[in-house]
Antibody
Framework: QVQLQESGPGLVQPSQTLSLTCTVSGGSISSDDHYWSWIRQPPGKGLEWIGY???????FFNPSLKSRVTMSLDTSKNQFSLRMTSVSVADTAVYFCAREEDDFLSFDSWGQGILVTVSS | EIALTQSPGTLSLSPGERATLSCRAS???????FAWYQHKIGQAPRLLIYGTSNRATGIPDRFSGSGSGTDFTLTISRLEPEDFAVYYCQSFGGSPPYSFGQGTKLEIK
């Protein structure tokens, strides 16, 4: 069974760059059948999809975040990463990584999430 | 953007009772790309239902999904203590392509 685990700093200063990594075990991120997403949940609010990356490095982002977000793959470590620039307090959230299967476009495996607080 | 509105916001029931959770979309969505998730604080969200009515691997048959167009329902036929959690609906379509409802909290009465 595939498992995902987020890692990275829990505190980021305003205007700086947020960087998170998701380590995948029990499955390969080189799979042709899956996309690898980041999703976040601000305190007291709903879930917001940030974007995905797939095995050839192609990406697609939420238009509202597109100008600040990049994603990358490291197939040698079976990891994928998120970078978000120019963060503000509004970017404080629990960040989840998740695997999406491409038949029904649902997220069939998730990490447990990591709280990132933007504060000086 | 497709807005998903879940109701009720909070549902208070007792173990053994039947739970009915609703999700209404702001425009018609494909039933192939509609899902439900269960989330407990501090844990990874869990896929329950995909394609509107298909149970994910390992999901008990007391969970069922139905609906089409703009109205979808998650039913838990007989609540077990471990079912008390927050439930989210999700669809694909529009921009951004993935939308989530705001969640229904299922709490013990």
């Amino acid at each position: 069974q595939v498992q995902l685990q987020e890692s990275g700093p829990g505190l980021v200063q305003p205007s700086q760059t947020l960087s998170l990594t998701c380590t995948v075990s029990g499955g390969s991120i080189s799979s042709d059948d899956h996309y690898w997403s980041w999703i976040r949940q601000p305190p007291g609010k709903g879930l917001e999809w940030i974007g995905y990356i797939f095995n050839r490095g192609g990406t697609f982002f939420n238009p509202s975040l597109k100008s600040r977000v990049t994603m990358s793959l490291d197939t040698s470590k079976n990891q994928f990463s998120l970078r978000m620039t120019s963060v503000s307090v509004a970017d404080t959230a629990v960040y989840f990584c998740a695997r999406e299967e491409d038949d029904f476009l649902s997220f069939d495996s998730w990490g447990q999430g990591i709280l990132v607080t933007v504060s000086s | 953007e497709i807005a998903l509105t879940q109701s009720p916001g909070t549902l208070s029931l007792s173990p053994g009772e039947r739970a009915t959770l609703s999700c209404r979309a702001s425009q018609s969505v494909s039933s192939t790309y509609f899902a439900w998730y269960q989330h407990k604080i501090g844990q990874a969200p869990r896929l329950l239902i995909y394609g509107t009515s298909n149970r994910a691997t390992g999901i008990p048959d007391r969970f069922s999904g139905s609906g089409s167009g703009t109205d979808f329902t998650l039913t838990i036929s007989r609540l077990e203590p471990e079912d008390f959690a927050v439930y989210y609906c999700q669809s694909f379509g529009g921009s951004p392509p993935y939308s989530f409802g705001q969640g229904t909290k299922l709490e013990i009465k």
